[in-house]
């Protein structure tokens, strides 16, 4: 396109380029040239007749041209243009209105896509409990690094993270009770009697600690005996007769007696009787019979000789004296014996 020279006219109108034989340049019609020289009408409004004046054409624009390439798919400009010819403005006629140059973004997109980005994870919170163990913190980052636009993708991955924390102080733990222990009854509460009985219980289930609450409520309860369900101590009942002597000769024979823990037996949780249960004593006894003929190992214990040696004798070991552990008086041995033996007791505790 051809550019307007510094020195030349500025020229307004058609009819002004005419006076001035079409040497001028037309400011409003875009740059563009006089038309045609027009030396034979300068005079010409003055030469001919109303009448017969020529009709003014008004401009009107071309189509537009094509669009410039884009060196990219977006964030570029493209152009494109279009000449106000069709037809030119003639005869004084007016110029076309209107921009005869266009511009547009490249695909329609003035921004290219913009993709998400993280900054920074920001500080941990503070720990979700106050006191004990196995709480929880966070920490937050934020898809602001630039943040997505355009079509661009969002960040990937967690916008927080979390952990287990440890508050610095344990927590209290209040006390509760445990069961009630059992009744404690005076000897009035005996065979129905009246009196009151107690019972306690404590505060260790669990107990406090660390600054936790002591138990509400009593530590002890009393009520009268018919409401409580009294310990009942074991008591010792009558002794049993004597039990026949465990020898029939010798110095080491006993007997005893013995007797139950039921009058009364220990019932809800009362104590168990003191004491034995059996009475053991010795046997006054004669000294027992040795019979040498019978034994080639001579005499084993301390029997005066001649005394009668009863097969019924336990063995030393036994509590008997031990004349009978091998060969009786009369030459049989203890595996032929039929008399009953007694075996002593262990006392009870």
Same mark, same amino acid.
Request: aromatic share 8%; proline share 7%.
């Given at each position: 396109?051809?550019?307007?020279?510094?020195?030349?006219?500025?020229?307004?109108?058609?009819?002004?380029?005419?006076?001035?034989?079409?040497?001028?340049?037309?400011?409003?019609?875009?740059?563009?040239?006089?038309?045609?020289?027009?030396?034979?009408?300068?005079?010409?409004?003055?030469?001919?007749?109303?009448?017969?004046?020529?009709?003014?054409?008004?401009?009107?624009? +071309?189509?537009?041209?094509?669009?410039?390439?884009?060196?990219?798919?977006?964030?570029?400009?493209?152009?494109?243009? !279009?000449?106000?010819?069709?037809?030119?403005?003639?005869?004084?006629?007016?110029?076309?209105?209107?921009?005869?140059?266009?511009?547009?973004?490249?695909?329609?997109?003035?921004?290219?896509?913009?993709?998400?980005?993280?900054?920074?994870?920001?500080?941990?919170?503070?720990?979700?409990?106050?006191?004990?163990?196995?709480?929880?913190?966070?920490?937050?980052?934020?898809?602001?690094?630039?943040?997505?636009?355009?079509?661009?993708? $969002?960040?990937?991955?967690?916008?927080?993270?979390? !952990?287990?924390?440890?508050?610095?102080?344990?927590?209290?733990?209040?006390?509760?009770?445990?069961?009630?222990?059992?009744?404690? #009854?005076?000897?009035?509460? !005996?065979?129905?009697?009246?009196?009151?009985?107690?019972?306690?219980?404590?505060?260790?289930?669990?107990?406090?600690?660390?600054?936790?609450?002591? #138990?509400?409520?009593?530590?002890?309860?009393?009520?009268?005996?018919?409401?409580?369900?009294?310990?009942?101590?074991? +008591?010792?009942?009558?002794?049993?007769?004597?039990?026949?002597?465990?020898?029939?000769?010798?110095?080491?024979?006993?007997?005893?007696?013995? !007797?139950?823990? $039921?009058?009364?037996?220990?019932?809800?949780?009362?104590?168990?009787?003191?004491?034995?249960?059996?009475?053991?004593?010795?046997?006054?006894?004669?000294?027992?019979?040795?019979?040498?003929?019978?034994?080639?190992?001579?005499?084993?214990?301390?029997?005066?000789?001649?005394?009668?040696?009863?097969?019924?004798?336990?063995?030393?070991?036994?509590?008997?004296?031990?004349? +009978?552990?091998?060969?009786?008086?009369?030459?049989?041995? $203890?595996? $032929?014996?039929?008399?009953?033996?007694?075996?002593?007791?262990?006392?009870?505790?």
């Amino acid at each position: 396109m051809e550019s307007v020279p510094e020195s030349a006219a500025k020229i307004s109108t058609a009819d002004e380029c005419c006076s001035q034989g079409g040497a001028g340049w037309a400011e409003r019609i875009s740059g563009k040239k006089c038309l045609d020289p027009c030396d034979r009408q300068v005079d010409l409004p003055a030469q001919v007749s109303p009448e017969k004046e020529i009709a003014q054409v008004h401009g009107q624009w +071309g189509e537009w041209g094509e669009w410039s390439e884009c060196s990219a798919t977006c964030g570029e400009s493209m152009t494109r243009h !279009r000449e106000c010819n069709s037809p030119r403005p003639e005869n004084g006629g007016d110029d076309c209105t209107g921009d005869y140059r266009e511009v547009a973004w490249c695909n329609n997109r003035r921004n290219c896509p913009i993709d998400g980005s993280w900054r920074s994870w920001g500080s941990w919170s503070t720990c979700s409990i106050t006191c004990g163990k196995a709480g929880t913190q966070y920490r937050y980052r934020s898809c602001t690094a630039p943040k997505p636009e355009y079509g661009g993708q $969002d960040c990937k991955g967690n916008v927080n993270v979390q !952990r287990e924390c440890n508050a610095p102080n344990r927590c209290p733990i209040d006390g509760g009770w445990g069961e009630w222990k059992e009744w404690h #009854c005076p000897n009035e509460c !005996r065979g129905g009697g009246e009196g009151v009985a107690w019972r306690i219980r404590y505060c260790s289930n669990p107990a406090p600690k660390y600054g936790g609450n002591n #138990c509400e409520g009593d530590r002890m309860q009393t009520g009268p005996c018919a409401n409580a369900t009294c310990a009942v101590d074991g +008591g010792w009942g009558e002794w049993s007769s004597w039990s026949g002597c465990s020898s029939s000769c010798g110095t080491n024979g006993f007997k005893q007696r013995r !007797r139950e823990c $039921d009058n009364p037996p220990p019932d809800f949780g009362g104590y168990p009787c003191h004491g034995a249960k059996t009475d053991p004593i010795s046997c006054d006894n004669i000294p027992c019979e040795y019979n040498p003929e019978n034994d080639s190992q001579g005499p084993r214990n301390t029997a005066v000789s001649g005394a009668p040696c009863d097969d019924e004798d336990f063995s030393s070991s036994e509590g008997g004296s031990g004349c +009978g552990s091998a060969v009786s008086g009369d030459g049989s041995t $203890d595996e $032929d014996s039929s008399s009953e033996l007694v075996i002593p007791e262990y006392f009870d505790t």
